[in-house]
Structure formats: structure tokens, C-alpha cells
């Protein structure tokens, strides 16, 4: 079948600002669209630039807005659009670097704000710790995230203020506070009671929707909200 | 240009890489950086699902030997028997340390680490499939990469992501060859940076993108086996490439081998558990090579699945839906997303895919790069981990979750080793135009005006390894190999590219990467088409036979200029194992 994209280009060395081209090609309803970027670079315009990598949806490169979604581009297949024309952004919130490249560092930067590693300073045991399937299960959620930024750049109030920590730092500080091992909860909580943290959530649910691993983001949330307020009691 | 320096550099950052910095950081007195051209979490071993294999004994009985035994056969005797053993002892205080660097391992009810059966690992030398890959989920690669990326976090480690390393500081003396560091682009400005460094870890993962139908990730082209190669430094076992049984029919996207290991069957169009027919004790858990050959003999005899009879269908349907969903939650959902097939309720249709290269730059057990063709003749400040890296523990053929075991082990001694080495070394200075050769390259290339398209090229390239180099081969495909890829490294001379901008041209990258995959096709097939045997993942159906007479020894292959190289031998370490005919 035919497909028109519609895809968002800015090149930086050349454009005073950004511009939509429009590309008519044939495609297959299974193509991803990542496929679809990938022939038009291939065979029609070479200078489209786009982060990819693994092509199918676990490294966490191709996040970008398509028809007006947050979605990986690898996982997301042509049937799945409801129609032949297709509109591919940047994904909002970060300053587009070229294309559909946008400068990931303030996304690192409030993942790197959280404490995002294990602290636990005992003696670590001969053998590994026990911890039961039970507990393991309560934050099993939150270790499927892959950094792709598609649920804190749909969301509402990180386009409007920047120094939100956003859902996905959310998501990483909740994968160690509610790990039964970790010793560093505290400290998170603490953190994220501040007025960057998850007090600006409005939960609108943009980022529950946009996650491409199924993470009940906005749950993941209401669970750390949650327990700062009982930390506080 | 700008020059940094560092005591220790480290060129990737997946699972070897990142445990490779660490080790550095803790061993050296001075300055540790990593450079890689992805950001680190978008690196491939965040790809592995199945497990890492380890004796901890959780579920079964298990011991060191038993796994030092199963690698060492898996590996079709070509194994270095040192480095399996080091292997089999280290990887079960190595999984234990990760678990207390906090990776979520999935539990077992008693809250010690789960494990799973794989292919290959047994007990007692061969008896019954053991337990022993640990496992978290279907992701523990992406939970291995996250917990040692906190890891650097937490220690402070450097990076220069989306850095493109392009060349090695390599200086010819009068008794080998020193490193003093890489020469890498920087892909958001298209400025060039040398890094003058004392050591130098090479960990930037493999090579599979040289073929149409892979599992492996869009930026796994090779580029440091290729730029070695180019240096003056051999490359081991290039033949040995493993396809994995089960690949998304066509896309190639992985199935982990761990669906067999929770109960998945392998049927042909009849419905047939083929696999009892060719390995009647292990079954659907033989080894990777013995199950694809024998999917492609079901598929030539005309028992292949599908209205083209092509593929092989992995059946879950008889497992509790249950077990799926909580064992094999990402697969399940491949299954659904690419395929739109339930797997719940009918079989999935796949067919082997190219995985992983058993080759790559021979190093010593504490990973430093050797140029000869014994373990004297070192690279000084040189070392390789992980899948770049030919130590040789997987020998002809690499045994599912001995990879990631392999990645923390040798990414572990590599990084001391550098760091130690990194200690007592000296900045040697470097001359002035060392960048030269990656500056003329970027330069040759952003300005390529010529008739031959990248894309077009790559994939005849692709295309044609998969015919003729894959999991069959014989004199005659691999020497139409040979001159296939003279014509396709002939026409890379004459690309163009469109894109002549500094900030972030991947249409440049994807260019230079495409000269890095020749080369890696280049070493496979010259070093195939001399090994007059079958062994392991490399099948010569004019030579169906192991012949231990003549081949049990490792392949080096040199390139003396681009389509002509020279193959020397280096002598495979053996040990208490003696080589047996293998069956399983
Ligand atoms: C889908 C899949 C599933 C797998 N499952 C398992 C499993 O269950 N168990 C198991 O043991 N093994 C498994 N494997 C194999 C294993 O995951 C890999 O062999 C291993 O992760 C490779 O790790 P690495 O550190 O060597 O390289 P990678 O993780 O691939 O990292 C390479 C790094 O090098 C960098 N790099 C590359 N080129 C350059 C350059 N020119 N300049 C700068 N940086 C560069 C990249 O940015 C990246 O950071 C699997 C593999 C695949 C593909
Ligand atoms: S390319 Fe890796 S997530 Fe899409």
C-alpha cells in the first residue's frame, strides 16, 4: 500500500527553522515504522537523521511523536496507524538537535538526580540477599523501563516547567524504594517531597499511556506519593 | 581537533564495557573514561533475555566442572580450556556480586535467585539439562546493563557518549606494538577528539548487522574488529558465527532460547518434535548449532511450515498462560506485537537468526590484545572484553548465557589488568598528526559524491552472506563469497552520500560502518573457506567431518590489504577435557 509521511526536518547548518517534507512511498501493513524512516533514508533522502538501535522496542533510542503519540517508532506498525498518512516529530519538551534528534541531557540529568543505583552499606551477605517472589513482584514494573523519555515528554507539566523531575525519574527512584534490599528510600522520598518531585503530577495519565513497556506509570506515582505522606505521619 | 587525557580509556559501554570501567576505576591511580557511540543503556546487552549461566545450584546440584565441561564441549573442543576454567569458577561469585550491586534477579519461593534450563548446560557431563541460567525475567541483559550503568553513576564513571571511535593510537616498535589511546568523532558536532590514554579496553560488542536476517541491533557493525584488523592485528575464529534457532520468521528478532528452557517445543509442519530424532537426550536443549542445522534439514526436506515451507513453528501453547506472562513477558508480547501471533493459543513461527560472533580480536585471560600468533606477543596497553573479544572460551561454538557470563568475568580482568598496567606506564607522547587517518577518513567520506549507494551495497553485502556463509557451507558458496565481497569493497570506493553537515550525520556514520562490516565479512569468509572441516557453528558440507588431525587449532586471519589476507594458526590450550566425538 501506498503511505504519505509527514516528517518534521530541521537541519540546523541549513534551516532558519523547521519544516515538514512529505514523502510518498510503498509500504507493508507489517512494516514498523522505524522500516519506514529507514526507506526513506535509504532511498530517498539519506540526510533524515534519527536515533535507532535495536528495532524492537528494548534499547530505547526512537521514541518520537507519531500522529501526535509518543511512541518508539520500532514498535509501533504501519496497521496499527488507522490510515496512510503519518505525521513523525521530536518528542517535546527537549530542544531538537536536528530532525528528529533532540539533546537528551536534561532527561539524564533528572534520572541522575534520584539516586538511581542500589545503597545498601552493610556487609553484603557470602550468598546473594533473600528476597521473596512476593517482594520482588512489588516493584517489578518499574525495572522494565528503558530510559526512552516517551512517558516525562508527553507529559503536560514537564513541557510547561522544565526542573520537574518527570515520570521516568519517578519510575527509577520507585524501582530502589520499594525494593525490599535497598537502604537509600529515605533519601529518595525525601528528595522527591521537594517541589521537583511528585507533587506537580497532575495525574494526567499522558505517561501511563505513552509507555511503551506497559508501566502503570501514573500508579508508580501515586505509589510514591503515597509514601511520603506515610513517612511523614 | 582536541586531545584528552586519560590513564585508562574503555571503548563501549554495554555489560563489558561498563564492568571493564568499573574494575578500572577501582585498580587505577589515574583518570578512567568511557567512550561509546550510543548512550550507554542503548547498548545491545540490554537485548539479552535468557539468563546468565552460573553454578550456584539454586534449583539443582550443580558444580564449576560440570559448566566448565558443557562450555568446553558446547565450544566443540576449539575451547581454550584455561579460560573455561577460570570461567565456570569466577561467574558464580561474578553473578553474586550483581545481585549485590542490586539487579533484580526473578526469586525463587525460598528468595534465592532463580534459575532455568538452557541449552547445553547438564549435570553430571552430559546426563539431563540442569538449572543453571539466572535469570530476571526475559530482560536480564537490560537488567545487567541498567544495574552496572547506576553502578558508573554511583562511582563517578566518565563518558563521552555518542563518540564514534575511529581509529586506534597503534605505534609499530622493534618488538610489537604499543597503544596510546583512539582517535573517536564526536557525533553531535563532527569534531574530531583524540584520546591519549595508557591503556586502552576494546568492548564495543559485535558484528551481526554483515547479515540480512540478525537479532543483533542496527549499530552492531564491527567497528573495532575491523579497525584492528586494518592495524595489523589478527582476528581469531572469524568463521565461528552462531545462528540462533529461534528468530521472528524474517525479522530475525530473538526468541530466547529460555522458552525451551521453560518447556518450548520445536515442530515441524507435521506437528513432529523433530529434535528427538537428532539429539535424543537433550532434545529442544541441544546446543544452538546442532538445532539450527537440523531446522534447516527439516526445512530441505520439505517439512518446513508455512505456504512457502520455510520456517519452523515454537509451540508454548501446552505451558500455563500464566507462567508466560510472568517468565517470558517480553516475548510474549514480540510474538503479539511484530507477528500478531498469540502464542498462548498457536505456534510461532521462526527460523534461525544470525547472533553472535564466537570470534573477534584474540586476547590473553586477562584480556590484553595479542598481535602474533602465541600469547607472548602482547599489544602493550591494549585489551578486548565481551563479544569483540576471542579469549577463547566459546571456541567453534558459544553455549546460551555463557555470553553475559563472559562479559562480567573478562570485563572484570581486562579492566583491573588495564588499570594495573595503566599504574607503572608512562604517557608516552604521540605524534602530531595522529588523527590523520580518521580526519582523511570523515573527510573522504562526508564529501563522497560517487555513483553506488551505501543502503544498496550493505545489502547485497547482507543478502549475499546469508546465502553463502551462514549455517551451510561449502568450497564453492564461500568461494563465490570471496569474489562477491572483492565487487561489493571495489563499489564502497565509489559511494555518495547526500548529507555533507558536521552535526549528527548518521547518514556518514551508517557509510563508515558499512567499511567496518566488509572487513568483518571479509575476515569470516577467508578464515571459513580455509577450514577444511565441520566443527561447531561452522558446517562445510564438503567436509562434514571434525578433523582434529589438521584443524584442532585456532584461526588467525590478517589482512594484508583489503580482499587479500593471510591465515595463521594459533595452538588451542588443552586440558583435562579430551576431545570426544559430540553428541548429545
Ligand atoms: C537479542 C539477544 C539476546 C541475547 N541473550 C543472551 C542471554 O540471554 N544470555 C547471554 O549470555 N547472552 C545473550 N546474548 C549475547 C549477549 O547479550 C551479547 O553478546 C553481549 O551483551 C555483548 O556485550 P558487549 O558488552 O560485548 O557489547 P554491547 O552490549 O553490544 O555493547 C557494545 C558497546 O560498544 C559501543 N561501540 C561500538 N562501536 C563503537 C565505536 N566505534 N566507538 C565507540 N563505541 C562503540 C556501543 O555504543 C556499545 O556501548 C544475547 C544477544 C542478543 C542480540
Ligand atoms: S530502536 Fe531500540 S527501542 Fe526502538
Not at chain 1, 495519565?205 to 505513552?210: D, L, V
Not at chain 2, 541498567?146 to 555518542?162: A, D, W
Not at chain 2, 584474540?362 to 590484545?369: A, F, H, I, R, Y
Request: aromatic residues 8%; charged residues 25%; hydrophobic residues 35%.
Amino acid at each position: 500500500m501506498q503511505a504519505v509521511f509527514k516528517i518534521h526536518r530541521f537541519n540546523p547548518e541549513k534551516d532558519k527553522k523547521p519544516y515538514w517534507a512529505e514523502y510518498t512511498l510503498e509500504v507493508d501493513a507489517k512494516d514498523r515504522v522505524l522500516d519506514v524512516l529507514h526507506k526513506i533514508k535509504w532511498e530517498i533522502d539519506g540526510s533524515l537523521s534519527f536515533r535507532r538501535s535495536c528495532a524492537h522496542g528494548i534499547c530505547g533510542s526512537d521514541a518520537m511523536l507519531i500522529n501526535g503519540k509518543n511512541r518508539l517508532a520500532c514498535k509501533v506498525l504501519m496497521m496499527d496507524l488507522g490510515g496512510n498518512t503519518v505525521t513523525v516529530e521530536p518528542i517535546r519538551g527537549l530542544s531538537v538537535e536536528k530532525d528528529l534528534i533532540v539533546d537528551m541531557t536534561p532527561f539524564f540529568e533528572s534520572y541522575e538526580a534520584v539516586m538511581p543505583f542500589f545503597i545498601n552499606d552493610d556487609a553484603m551477605p557470602a550468598r546473594e540477599h533473600l528476597q521473596s517472589p512476593e517482594d520482588r513482584e512489588i516493584y517489578d514494573a518499574s525495572t522494565k523501563c528503558i530510559l526512552c523519555a516517551c512517558c516525562t515528554t508527553s507529559c503536560p507539566i514537564f513541557w510547561v516547567n522544565g526542573s520537574y523531575l518527570g515520570p521516568a525519574a519517578i519510575v527509577q527512584a520507585h524501582r530502589f524504594i520499594f525494593d525490599s534490599r535497598d537502604k537509600g528510600g529515605a533519601a529518595r522520598l525525601a528528595m522527591l517531597n521537594q517541589n521537583t518531585g511528585v507533587w506537580r503530577c497532575r495525574t494526567a495519565y499522558n505517561c501511563t499511556e505513552a509507555c511503551p513497556r506497559d508501566i502503570p506509570i501514573t500508579d508508580v506515582i501515586g505509589q510514591v506519593k503515597r509514601a511520603i505522606l506515610y513517612s511523614n505521619t | 581537533m582536541q586531545v584528552h587525557k586519560y590513564d585508562v580509556i574503555v571503548v563501549g559501554a554495554g555489560g563489558s564495557g561498563l564492568m571493564a570501567a568499573l574494575y578500572a576505576k577501582q585498580n587505577a591511580q589515574g583518570t578512567v573514561a568511557v567512550i561509546s557511540k550510543l548512550y550507554p543503556t542503548r547498548s545491545h546487552t540490554g537485548a539479552a533475555q535468557g539468563g546468565v549461566g552460573a553454578a550456584l545450584g539454586n534449583v539443582d546440584e550443580d558444580h564449576w566442572e560440570w559448566h566448565m565441561f558443557d562450555t568446553i564441549k558446547g565450544g566443540d573442543y576449539l575451547t581454550d580450556q584455561d579460560a573455561a576454567e577460570i570461567f565456570a569458577k569466577d561467574v558464580i561469585e561474578a553473578v553474586l556480586e550483581l545481585e549485590h550491586m542490586g539487579l533484580p534477579f526473578s526469586r525463587l519461593p525460598n528468595g534465592k535467585i532463580a534459575q532455568r534450563r538452557f541449552g547445553g548446560h547438564t549435570r553430571e557431563f552430559g546426563k539431563a539439562p540442569v538449572h543453571r541460567a539466572c535469570y530476571a525475567a526475559d530482560r536480564t541483559g537490560h537488567m545487567i546493563l541498567q544495574t552496572l550503568y547506576q553502578q558508573s553513576i554511583k562511582h563517578g564513571v566518565t563518558f563521552y557518549n555518542e563518540y564514534v571511535v575511529l581509529d586506534l593510537i597503534l605505534d609499530d616498535d622493534i618488538d610489537g606494538k604499543t597503544c596510546k589511546g583512539v582517535v573517536a568523532y564526536e557525533l553531535a558536532t563532527g569534531e574530531i577528539h583524540t584520546f591519549h590514554a595508557k591503556s586502552v579496553v576494546l568492548a564495543s560488542g559485535g558484528n551481526g548487522r554483515m547479515f540480512k536476517v540478525t537479532s543483533n541491533a542496527h549499530a552492531l557493525t564491527g567497528d573495532l574488529t575491523s579497525i584492528a584488523y586494518r592495524r595489523g592485528i589478527p582476528l581469531e575464529d572469524m568463521e565461528f558465527y552462531q545462528f540462533h534457532p529461534t528468530g521472528l520468521y524474517k525479522l530475525g528478532v530473538l526468541l530466547t532460547e529460555g522458552v525451551r528452557g521453560e518447556g518450548g517445543i520445536l515442530r515441524n509442519a507435521s506437528g513432529e518434535r523433530f529434535m528427538e530424532r537428532y539429539a535424543p537426550t537433550i532434545k529442544d536443549l541441544a546446543p544452538r548449532d546442532i538445532v539450527s542445522r537440523s531446522m534447516y534439514f527439516e526445512i530441505r526436506e520439505g517439512r518446513g511450515c508455512g505456504p512457502n515451507k520455510d520456517y519452523i513453528h515454537l509451540d508454548v501453547t501446552h505451558i500455563d498462560p500464566k507462567i508466560l506472562e510472568e517468565r517470558l513477558p517480553d516475548i510474549m508480547d514480540f510474538s503479539r506485537t511484530y507477528l500478531r501471533v498469540e502464542p498462548t493459543k498457536e505456534p510461532v513461527p521462526i527460523q534461525p537468526t544470525a547472533h553472535y560472533t564466537m570470534g573477534g580480536i584474540p586476547t590473553t585471560l586477562n584480556g590484553e590484545v595479542i598481535w602474533g600468533t602465541t600469547n607472548e606477543q602482547k599489544v602493550r596497553g591494549l585489551y578486548a572484553a565481551g563479544e569483540v573479544a576471542c579469549v577463547s572460551l566459546h571456541g567453534a561454538n558459544r553455549l546460551g548465557t555463557n555470553s553475559l557470563g563472559d562479559l562480567i568475568v573478562f570485563g572484570r580482568r581486562a579492566g583491573v589488568a588495564a588499570a594495573k598496567y595503566a599504574n607503572t606506564a608512562t604517557l608516552e607522547p604521540i605524534a602530531e598528526n595522529t588523527d590523520a587517518r580518521a580526519t582523511d577518513l570523515v573527510s573522504r567520506i562526508r564529501n563522497a559524491s560517487g555513483k553506488e549507494s551505501v543502503a544498496k551495497i550493505r545489502l547485497e553485502m547482507q543478502q549475499s552472506m546469508q546465502d553463502n556463509a551462514s549455517v551451510f557451507r561449502t568450497e564453492e558458496t564461500l568461494s563465490t563469497q570471496v569474489e562477491i565481497l572483492r565487487g561489493l569493497i571495489a563499489r564502497y570506493q565509489n559511494i555518495g552520500i547526500s548529507d555533507r553537515s558536521e552535526k549528527f550525520n548518521t547518514e556518514l556514520l551508517e557509510a563508515i560502518e558499512l567499511g567496518f562490516l566488509l572487513d568483518n565479512a571479509e575476515a569470516l569468509v577467508h578464515s571459513a573457506l580455509n577450514r577444511r572441516e565441520s566443527r561447531g557453528a561452522h558446517a562445510r558440507e564438503d567436509f562434514n567431518e571434525r578433523n582434529d588431525t589438521e584443524f584442532l587449532k585456532h584461526t588467525m586471519c590478517y589482512q594484508l590489504e583489503p580482499g587479500k589476507t593471510e591465515i595463521k594458526w594459533k595452538d588451542v590450550v588443552l586440558g583435562k577435557y579430551e576431545p570426544k566425538p559430540r553428541t548429545y
